[in-house]
């Protein structure tokens, strides 16, 4: 089958071959006739090392698809299902998803990373966090698969494995936005506007999405951002709007430490935080011990928006079935599979793309 395989961690390129194979499902996974495929910043950030990936594997995480086959012991899914898959499955019964925190779960995610999930040319290939979902097929644990309902299409339900949850989930589940609040959004690429159709779900009154791009801003006021503007003019839009004193909620959708702290700087006193972007091991951002006791500001992670996949993905369906999400639209450009390295070349470009969504047969 063909797939396309980050040969070691510093590629620019991924190598797109068709004699991939996947291993065998175990008792309790199953294996995924891949569909759709979102063309991620991770997916950059695996290959470039900022993000932790293991070569040679088969990158891609972002996917939706239909059962192909399943263990001996499944009993939540059937060949046929179409399935929306996450990178972070859940396993229900850890001290976090007992918790209420499933978007932190190890017990599956560890072993799917760590293990062969491939064989490339006969020998063993690692999936990108567990998954690998530029591939043709993948083997994942059944936890890692939800069923949707048909009538979904493919590309539509591939952007909910991971953008959609991410950025909204930052609102909604991470930071809890308040109607009526006055937010800022730092980075306004394929998660940076699902943030910003977080907040405006939210309802938010004042959203400044904050992108170096020009042409993202018209993009980003046309899901629902209420102002746009490049960093050095944010400044001016917070004397504006706030008269100075600072948002009630900054989310950096960026990860490097110049706009985390940037984000920290536009928050008002009492205010919150979020850093959504995912940044190196190494990134160091600085705060003074006084500034973090005196400005009562919150700094939030927020890791896969403190999603809960189970309930999360059905929540944001129902709302895009309403109209009130809108997901056609954050597709730029959908892709074949041989145009993937052109698509992650585009990404690294910049520009007012959305989301490139590889289809495969």
Known sequence: MKAAVLNQVGDDKLELRDD???????????????????????????????????????????????????G???????????????????????AQCVSAQPHLCLVHTLAAF?????LVGGNPAFGYAGLGAFAEEMVVPADAAMKIDDDVPFDVAALLSCGILTG??????????????????????????????????????????????????????RFGATHATK??????????LNMGMGFDYVFDVVGLPATIRQAWDLTRRGGHTVVVGAGRADAMVSFSAQELFLHDKTLHGSF????NFRRDVPRMLALWRQGRLDLEGMISKRIRFEDLNEGLQALRGGGSLIRQVVLFD
């Open 20 to 70: 991939v194979t996947t291993t065998a499902p175990g008792p309790q996974e199953v294996r995924i006739r891949i569909k759709a495929c979102g063309v991620c910043h991770s997916d950059l950030s695996a290959m470039d090392g900022t993000l932790p990936a293991l070569a040679p594997g088969v990158v891609g995480h972002e996917g939706a698809g239909v059962v192909a086959e399943i």
């Open 72 to 94: 001996s012991a499944v009993t939540s899914l059937a060949v046929g299902d179409h399935v929306v898959i996450t990178f972070v499955p859940p396993c229900g019964k850890c």
């Open 114 to 118: 760590t293990t062969p999930r491939f």
């Open 168 to 221: 909204v989930g930052a609102v909604l589940n991470t930071a809890k936005v308040e109607p009526g609040a006055s937010v800022a959004v730092i980075g306004c690429g394929g998660v940076g506007v699902a943030v910003v159709q977080g907040a405006r779900l939210a309802a938010a009154a004042r959203i400044v999405a904050v992108d170096p791009v020009e042409e993202k801003h018209e993009v980003a006021q």
């Open 231 to 240: 960093p050095d003019g944010v400044a001016d839009l917070n004397n504006q």
């Open 304 to 307: 896969y928006g403190t999603a």
